[in-house]
């Protein structure tokens, strides 16, 4: 088994644990001797043990001259568990190959130093593209104080998310949707507008059989469903408000939302949380974003609409995007495209994505990647 074989296996053990870990990174490490593998871990929910203690524990005495796989770099610091470079130091591991620095300005490069100055032979870069994307939520949350935003939509060939009817069922198919259910499973909460609410009427669950699931991951409650309503004013026939939903379900209101209104919402047994508005009226994207932050929230699935989407598009706050274009086509000028708000008034200032995928679902195309801000 090479170095790239090995780090793979710890990438399954990191992708069984995404969703589960926040605030955390969701991290993977294997221990592997002779070219067996002897450990597998993956990140504890908070505030359990790492990836790499779950490894070596496995590996017990048999780690002694083993190397270790880790998807991140070691911690080396104290913050709700003992650092792993000691437990790596104190398990006689030979060699560490990472895929990732960690981000986190307490770590960056010093777990790595401190293995170094053990007489540990390191190797990193393994795998990046991959750990890099595993880790991008918690690279935003930690960087930048506020949960990662991917928006996921699907188009038409000709650039609609529905008819000029507000039709939108559906316009991929049953395979991309399968995807975007596993997409679900692995990020903390999912967002839409309270227009989107009414609209579509969703559940924001993730509901796949056992076939349809990529990796198998821990049980819970589901990523939690969130609505952004200014003034608070939802229909109380909506599944969200209905009480299987309710208690996972958190209601964004503007905190110009009268009293009465949060008190009635209060009654479905949804949290409510009023956050600032905006000159426009609006909630303040940024507030709503902090308010998230505050519980943990590293990972957000934005699911709609077109003015949800615009607004987080002008203020710079969509970091990801996965988007289905469906080999069909419905016209017209009222027909919503994804993105309302103002927008860039030059081709030359159009963001670009990075890490660009591309891939064909069935008779889909789906295009996944990171906004280049700058
Ligand atoms: C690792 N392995 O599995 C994870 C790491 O005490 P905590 O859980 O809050 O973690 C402190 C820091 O450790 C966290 O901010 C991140 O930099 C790193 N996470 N490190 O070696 C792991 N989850
Ligand atoms: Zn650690």
Request: net charge negative; proline share 6%.
């Amino acid at each position: 088994m090479d170095d790239r074989e090995a780090m793979r296996l710890a990438i399954a053990c990191a992708h069984s644990v995404e969703g589960r870990t926040s605030p955390r990174p969701s991290v993977g490490a294997v221990v592997v001797r002779n070219g067996r593998v002897i450990g597998k871990g993956a990140t504890s929910p908070p505030y359990g043990p790492h990836a790499e203690v779950h490894a070596l524990r496995e590996a017990g005495e048999a780690a002694r001259g083993a190397d270790l796989y880790a998807t991140l770099e070691p911690c080396c610091i104290t913050i709700h568990t003992p650092p792993c470079t000691k437990a790596i130091i104190e398990a006689g591991v030979r060699r560490v190959v990472v895929g990732s620095v960690d981000p986190n300005p307490l770590v960056c490069e010093q777990g790595f130093a401190q293995l170094r100055a053990a007489g540990i032979e390191i190797v990193t870069g393994v795998e990046a593209e991959e750990t890099d994307a595993i880790l991008r939520p918690f690279a935003t949350f930690i960087t930048q104080g506020r949960p990662h935003i991917t928006a996921k939509w699907a188009m038409t060939l000709d650039g609609k998310l529905a008819s000029h009817t507000g039709d939108a069922y559906w316009i991929s198919g049953s395979q991309a949707r399968v995807w975007v259910h596993n997409l679900r499973d692995r990020v903390d909460a999912i967002m839409v507008g309270a227009g989107t609410a009414h609209a579509d009427n969703p559940q924001l669950t993730v509901r796949l059989t056992p076939e349809q699931r990529e990796y198998e991951r821990a049980e819970r409650s589901g990523p939690l469903r969130v609505i952004l309503a200014t003034n608070g004013q939802l229909a109380p026939a909506l599944h969200l408000l209905q009480p299987e939903l309710a208690s996972g379900t958190c209601v964004i209101v503007g905190t110009t939302c009268p009293a009465e209104q949060i008190a009635r919402l209060q009654t479905y047994g949804v949290e409510v949380v009023p956050v600032s508005i905006d000159t426009q009226g609006q909630i303040d994207l940024h507030a709503a974003l902090q308010a998230l932050a505050g519980k943990g929230i590293m990972h957000v699935l934005l699911e709609g609409g077109a003015h949800l989407f615009g607004s987080a598009f002008d203020r710079g706050l969509i970091d990801s995007v996965a988007v289905f274009i469906a080999p069909k086509l419905v016209g017209g000028a009222e027909a919503p495209a994804p993105l309302k708000g103002t927008g860039l008034a030059s081709m030359q200032d159009a963001v670009r994505l990075h890490h660009r995928r591309t891939r064909i679902i069935n008779e889909d195309v789906l295009v996944e990647g990171e906004l280049q801000w700058n």
